[in-house]
C-alpha cells in the first residue's frame, strides 16, 4: 500500500486539513475542528504558521 500525505481534492481553503484526514482515513471536519481548536489555543501563530508551511510543503494529489 502506498499512502503519502498529499493535500486533497476535497478542501476548504488549500486541502491540507483534508489531505491529513484521508491520510489518517478519519473525517475531514473532525481534524478541521481539532486544527482550529489547536490554533486557538495556541496564540494562532503558530498554527497558521505550520498551515502556510504544509500548504507550500504537500504535494496537490494528482502530482506523482
Known amino acids: 500500500m502506498d499512502k503519502r500525505l498529499r493535500k486533497s481534492t476535497d478542501h476548504m481553503l488549500a486541502g491540507v486539513c483534508g489531505?491529513?484526514?484521508?491520510?489518517?482515513?478519519v473525517d475531514p471536519t473532525l481534524v478541521r475542528a481539532g486544527y482550529a481548536l489547536l490554533t486557538f489555543f495556541s496564540f494562532a501563530f503558530p498554527g497558521i504558521?505550520?498551515?502556510l508551511l504544509l500548504?507550500?510543503?504537500m504535494p496537490k494529489k494528482d502530482a506523482a
Open 19 to 25: 489531505g491529513i484526514a484521508e491520510f489518517f482515513d
Open 49 to 51: 504558521l505550520v498551515y
Open 55 to 57: 500548504c507550500v510543503i
